[in-house]
C-alpha cells in the first residue's frame, strides 16, 4: 500500500493539473539545458530572449536585449528589487532607441493576447546563491520566473505555515538572487495557499477558494494556476503599498479579485446599455481590505477600452486619508489629483478633468448641478454611509447624474437617519437583498483575515458607582443615543460634535475622580493581561481633552513613554495642556511605525478620532472604551483589535460606558453574519469550563491524577492519530482560552487541571511529533501558559519523560524488564534511537538510513499490517545492528566517510556476493572520489558527472545482470551519506 506523501500525493499531481491546463513542462534533468548548465540563471535564458524579440519586433541581436537581460539580472535582492520586477513585468520599463536617440516601452508579457506569451514550468529547480536551495515548481512566463510553488505533505499538521516559511525565511535569507524575481507564491498540500514574495507576514498568506471551497487541490490549483488568471495576478492583484514610509507587499484576497470583477464587469456592461445597473453596494466587513480594493478597481478601470479615459472620483472617510489615498494610487501606477477643497472640487468637473481624483464627501456641497453628464464615471465611496449625512449625498449624485455609484462599507444599515441612505443610493434592485458584493465578519474569520472579538463591561463601581451618578448617567447616555438616532452620526467626526453638545454627559465622562479610577484599572489590567502576551493597545476617551487628562493619569501608574496621544490640532482653542501632547506629522509617522513594532515604546495609544479608521496595526490586542460609540463607528472602532498576528487568537474591548450594554442596539443593523465576531467574555468562560470538562472526560481512562506509569498510560492511550489529534485540538483551543482570560480570578478553581492537561498536551506532542517539528510544539505554546508550566514544573512534573533506552547489546533485556505495554515500547524505542540518531549522524550517516527504517516500522503498526510485538521485535534488530556496525566502526582504519560507505555497500543486495577486502577497497575508491568532488552539491552539472563516475564505480564488480533501481538506490544514498558528512 503506497503511503501518502509529497512527491506522490502533492507535488505529481500538481504537474498533472498543470498540463491540463496548457502549461509546458520542463522535465528536471532537462532544465540545465534550458539555464545553459547554470544553477545561477534564473531565467529560461534562450526563451527569454527570443520573446524580447517578439513582443518588441526587435531582431535577435539587437543589444536592447542583452541591456534588458542585465538590467534584470542586476536589480536588487530585496522587496525594492522585486517591486522594480513587477514593474517590468507590467511593462513599465523603457529601452533606449539608439537609432531614433529615445526611450521606448518595453513588452515583457502580453496582457491582451494570451497566445503571443510563452508558458512553461519545472520541478525541483536548484540555485545557487549565498547556498544551494532546491525549489519545488518553479511557473514562468516568457522565460521569466514569475511564480514559485511549495508542496507539502497532506499529512503534516500545518502544511500551509511550513511552505510560508520556506519561503519567507528561508528562500529570503539564502536564495534572494532568484527570490527577487517571482510575484506571488503558492503552497499546496490537501488545500492552495497563497501569498505574496518578500512579506513575512502570515497575516498576507490566503486560502485560495473556488465557489466557496477551500478544499481539493484539483479544482483549486485549476482555478490558480490557470494561465489567465496568473496573468491577472501579476498586471492587477500584486501591489506594493506605503504605509509610513514602509514598503509593502500584497496580493489580493479572493473576496477583493471577485469584487472587482464584478465592479468592471458592471460598469464596462452599462456603458452599451443605459438601463443597465449602475449602482453596488460593496458590504466587505472591517479589516478585509477595502481601500487596495477599490485603488485595484479603479487602476483596472482606467485601462478598460470601453470606457475611453474615464473620471474615476475616490471619495474617501476623512481629510488626512486623502494625501494617503493618493500616495498609494501613485505608487500603484495611478497619478491622482486631491481636490483640496469645494471650489478646486468645482473647478475639476467644470474643466471635464479624466483620470483620478480624490476627495471627501464635504466638498460636494453646494456644488452646481451637472457638473458632468458622462457615463464614463465612476465613484468609489469609502465607507458609503459617509455619502449620507446631511445633504451631501444629494450634491455628489446631482454633479454627476449619469455615474456609477459603488459604496463600500462594513456596516451596510437599513434604520435610521443614515442608514436608509446607503441602500437607496448604493443598492441596486438587481442585487440579492441590495448588495452587489459581501464579505462577511463569520467569512472573515473563517479565512483567518480577522479575529472574533471579546467585549467586558468593566466594573461599575469604576466608571459610574464612585461618582453615585448611576441613574443620572443612565439618563444622560440615553439622552445622547437619541440624539444620535435622531440627527445621524456617519463619521467618528460628526459623532464627537454631537457629543460636544452633550455637555452634561461630558462633564461625568471627564469628572477626575472617573478618569483616575478608570486609568488604575487600565494600567492594572494591561500590565497582567496583555503585556504577558507581548501586545499592545489603545485607549478611545471622548474627546481630545479627554485625551490629554488621560495621558496625565496613565503617567501615575505607568512609565511615560508607554504612552502617547494622538489628536488633531487647534492651537486657536487649547489650553497649555492639550499643546503639550501636539505631535508634528513626521513625529506622528514615527510613533505610529514604533507602535507596530514589538520592541518599541509606546504599547498604549491614546486616541478619540484619530486612528479610529483606516490604522492597521496587528499588534493592538485590547482597545479600552470610554467613548459612547454605535453602529459603523463602534464596528470602525473595534475593528482596530480584530486583525491577526502571531500568537494572537482574538480582540478585546473592555468597555468603561456600558456600550456593550445592549448590543442589539449598540449595532442597530442586520446582524446576520456576525454571530462569530463578536462575544461576551462571559460567554468565553463558559467555553472554558466546558472545554476543560471534556477534555478530562476524554482524559478519565488513563486515570491522570494517578502517578505511577502515568506517562507509558499517556503514550498507549495517544497511540492512534484520531484520538490523538482531537485531544491536541482541543488543548490549542482551551490554551487560547487560557490566554485570553488569564488572569482573571475565575480561573483560580480550575488552575490544577488546567496544568494537569497542558503537561499531558506537552507530553503527547514530545512522543508523536518528530524532532523536526520540536520548535513549532515551542511555537504553540502561549506566553502566559508558558509562565505558568515554567513555574508549574519547579515544583514537580506531572507526566515525567520516560527513561531512553540504552542503544547498547542489552537493550533486548531491558526492554523485556519495562512493565508496560507493548506500543508503549515501541513508541519509547522509537524514540530512544532518534535520540541517538540526532547525537551521532554526523560522524555515523549511515544512521540516517536507520531513521527511515524505523518510521517504516511504525508506519505499518499504525496501519495495523504488523503487530506490537512484530515492531518491537524489528526495531530491536536494528538497534542491535547499530551496535554491531559500531564496534566494527572501532576496528576500522577508514575514515568517517569511507567507514559509512562501506556500511551502505553491505547492507545492498547488489553487491551481496562480494568479499569483505572487496567492498572495502571499493568504499575507500568511492570515498576518495567523492572528497575530491565536494562542488557537486552545489552544480547540478557536476553531480551528474558524479552520479554517472559512480555508477560505472558501482557496476564494475556487481555480479550481471544489473537491476538498475538498485544501483539508483545506492548512488542515492551514498550522495545523502556525502551530503551529511559535508554539513
Known amino acids: 500500500m503506497s503511503r501518502i506523501n509529497e512527491k506522490r500525493d502533492v507535488q505529481d499531481q500538481l504537474i498533472n493539473f498543470l498540463r491540463g491546463i496548457h502549461w509546458t513542462f520542463i522535465e528536471r534533468y532537462e532544465l540545465p539545458h534550458w539555464r545553459n548548465g547554470d544553477e545561477t540563471q534564473p531565467f529560461l535564458i534562450d526563451v527569454l530572449r527570443r520573446q524580447l524579440a517578439k513582443l518588441n519586433g526587435w531582431s535577435q541581436e539587437d543589444g536592447r536585449i542583452d541591456d534588458l537581460v542585465r538590467r534584470l539580472r542586476l536589480v536588487a535582492p530585496t522587496l525594492e528589487g522585486n517591486e522594480q520586477v513587477l514593474l517590468a513585468l507590467r511593462n513599465e520599463w523603457t529601452a533606449y532607441d539608439r537609432a531614433q536617440q529615445r526611450e521606448f516601452n518595453v513588452t ?26 532546491r525549489l519545488d515548481v518553479v511557473l514562468y512566463i516568457n522565460g521569466l520566473p514569475v511564480l514559485l510553488v511549495e508542496n507539502k505533505s497532506p499529512k503534516l499538521e500545518d502544511p500551509g505555515l511550513a511552505g510560508f516559511e520556506d519561503v519567507q525565511e528561508t528562500y529570503t535569507q539564502y536564495i534572494p538572487e532568484f527570490l527577487k524575481f517571482p510575484i506571488p507564491f503558492a503552497v499546496c498540500a490537501s488545500r492552495l495557499e497563497y501569498g505574496a514574495t518578500w512579506n513575512p507576514s502570515p497575516n498576507a498568506f490566503y486560502k485560495w477558494k473556488v465557489n466557496g471551497k477551500d478544499y481539493g487541490l484539483e479544482e483549486l ?36 479579485m471577485r469584487c472587482i470583477e464584478k465592479i468592471v464587469e458592471r460598469v464596462v456592461k452599462g456603458q452599451a446599455c443605459a438601463e443597465a445597473a449602475d449602482t453596488g453596494l460593496e458590504s466587505h466587513t472591517q479589516g478585509s481590505g477595502k481601500t487596495l480594493t477599490m485603488i485595484v478597481t479603479a487602476r483596472k478601470l482606467r485601462r478598460q477600452p470601453e470606457l475611453m479615459n474615464p473620471t474615476l472620483l475616490m471619495v474617501v472617510d476623512r481629510v488626512d486619508l486623502e494625501t494617503q489615498m493618493c500616495q498609494n494610487l501613485e505608487a500603484c501606477g495611478l497619478d491622482a489629483i486631491r481636490a483640496h477643497s469645494r471650489h478646486h472640487l468645482q473647478a475639476l468637473l467644470d474643466a471635464d478633468t479624466r483620470g483620478v481624483i480624490v476627495t471627501t464627501i464635504h466638498k460636494f456641497e453646494d456644488i452646481q448641478k451637472d457638473r458632468i453628464t458622462r457615463r464614463n464615471v465612476v465613484l468609489l465611496v469609502d465607507e458609503a454611509h459617509r455619502s449620507q449625512e446631511g445633504d451631501l449625498g444629494i450634491y455628489m449624485r446631482a454633479a454627476l447624474p449619469n455615474a456609477f455609484r459603488f459604496g463600500f462599507t462594513g456596516t451596510p444599515i437599513d434604520k435610521g437617519k443614515v442608514g436608509r441612505g446607503t441602500y437607496e443610493v448604493f443598492g441596486s434592485q438587481t442585487d440579492p437583498n441590495g448588495i452587489h458584493d459581501q464579505y462577511t465578519i463569520n467569512e472573515s474569520i473563517e479565512d483567518g483575515t480577522t479575529l472574533p472579538l471579546y467585549y ?53 465622562l471627564k469628572a477626575p475622580q472617573r478618569i483616575e479610577a478608570i486609568a488604575t484599572h487600565i494600567a492594572e489590567h494591561f500590565q497582567s493581561n496583555v503585556l504577558p502576551m507581548g501586545f499592545k493597545g489603545m485607549v478611545v476617551t471622548p474627546d481630545r481633552e479627554a485625551c490629554a487628562l488621560y495621558k496625565q493619569a496613565l503617567d501615575r501608574f505607568l512609565p511615560p513613554e508607554w504612552s502617547e496621544v494622538v489628536y488633531s490640532q487647534n492651537a486657536k482653542r487649547d489650553d497649555e495642556l492639550m499643546r503639550s501632547f501636539y505631535l508634528e506629522d513626521d513625529e506622528e509617522k514615527r510613533i505610529r511605525k514604533a507602535f507596530r513594532d514589538p520592541n518599541q515604546s509606546p504599547k498604549l495609544l491614546i486616541v478619540t478620532q484619530k486612528l479610529l479608521t483606516g490604522f492597521d496595526a496587528p499588534i493592538a490586542y485590547v482597545m479600552y472604551l470610554d467613548k459612547p460609540l454605535k453602529d459603523h463607528t463602534l464596528l470602525q472602532a473595534i475593528a482596530r483589535v480584530n486583525r491577526p498576528y502571531p500568537n494572537k487568537s482574538s480582540g478585546l474591548v473592555v468597555d468603561y460606558i456600558g456600550v456593550f450594554k445592549d448590543l442589539q442596539r449598540a449595532l442597530n443593523f442586520d446582524q446576520g453574519g456576525l454571530d462569530q465576531g463578536l462575544f461576551d467574555l462571559e460567554q468565553l468562560r463558559l467555553r472554558f469550563v466546558e472545554l476543560l470538562g471534556e477534555i478530562l472526560t476524554t482524559l478519565e481512562p488513563i486515570d491522570p491524577r494517578g502517578i505511577y506509569g502515568r506517562t507509558a498510560r ?26 485570553v482570560l488569564s488572569p482573571d480570578p475565575f480561573l483560580y478553581d ?7 492537561i497542558i503537561d499531558i498536551f506537552q507530553t503527547v ?29 519547579g515544583v514537580y512534573q506531572v507526566a515525567a519523560p520516560m527513561p531512553l533506552y540504552p542503544i547498547n547489546r542489552n537493550i533486548a533485556d531491558v526492554i523485556a524488564q519495562d512493565h508496560i505495554e507493548e506500543r508503549v515500547k515501541v513508541i519509547n524505542l522509537q524514540r530512544s534511537i532518534n535520540e541517538y540518531i540526532n547525537k551521532n549522524i554526523e560522524k555515523a550517516p549511515y544512521l540516517a538510513t536507520l531513521g527511515d527504517e524505523v518510521e517504516e516500522v511504525i508506519g505499518r503498526l499504525r496501519q495495523q499490517q504488523i503487530s506490537a510485538q512484530t515492531a518491537l521485535s524489528e526495531l530491536q534488530a536494528k538497534t542491535e545492528q547499530v551496535v554491531d556496525i559500531e564496534e566494527d566502526r572501532a576496528n576500522s582504519t577508514l575514515d568517517d566517510l569511507a567507514f559509512a560507505i562501506r556500511t551502505g555497500l553491505k547492507a545492498s543486495p547488489l553487491l551481496i556476493t562480494l568479499q569483505a577486502d572487496q567492498v572495502e577497497q571499493l568504499a575507500q575508491s568511492i570515498a576518495n572520489y567523492l572528497s575530491s568532488n565536494p562542488g557537486w552539491k552545489y552544480n547540478t552539472r557536476l553531480e551528474s558527472q558524479v552520479r554517472v563516475e559512480l555508477y560505472k564505480l558501482l557496476l564494475a564488480p556487481a555480479p550481471k545482470p544489473v537491476m538498475p533501481q538498485q544501483v539508483k538506490d545506492i548512488v542515492e544514498n551514498l550522495l545523502r551519506m556525502h551530503r551529511i558528512i559535508m554539513s
Open 456 to 508: 467586558t463591561l468593566a466594573p461599575t463601581d469604576i466608571w459610574v458607582d464612585r461618582l453615585k451618578l448611576e441613574t443620572e448617567f443612565a439618563d444622560l447616555l440615553e439622552e445622547f443615543w437619541e440624539l444620535v438616532d435622531t440627527e445621524g452620526a456617519g463619521t467618528q467626526e460628526a459623532l464627537s460634535q454631537l457629543l460636544q453638545r452633550a455637555d452634561k454627559l461630558m462633564a461625568v
Open 765 to 793: 506532542q514530545s512522543y508523536y511529533n518528530p524532532n523536526s517539528e520540536r520548535q513549532r510544539m515551542e511555537r504553540e505554546l502561549q506566553r502566559k501558559t508558558e509562565a505558568l508550566i515554567s513555574e508549574h514544573v
Open 750 to 756: 480550575y488552575i490544577g487541571d488546567y496544568r494537569l
Open 221 to 256: 490549483a485549476k482555478s490558480f494556476f490557470a494561465r489567465d488568471q496568473v496573468l491577472r495576478l501579476l498586471q492587477d492583484y500584486a501591489l506594493f503599498y506605503r504605509m509610513d514610509d514602509a514598503l509593502l507587499k500584497f496580493v489580493l484576497r479572493p473576496h477583493q
Open 714 to 739: 499517556i503514550i498507549g492511550y495517544f497511540f492512534e492519530e484520531a484520538p490523538r489529534s482531537a485531544f491536541l485540538t482541543a488543548c490549542k483551543d482551551l490554551q487560547l482560552a487560557y490566554e
Open 108 to 133: 515583457l508579457i502580453d496582457y491582451g493576447n494570451l497566445t503571443n506569451n510563452q508558458f512553461h514550468f519545472s520541478e525541483e529547480v536548484w540555485f545557487q546563491d549565498s547556498d544551494r536551495r
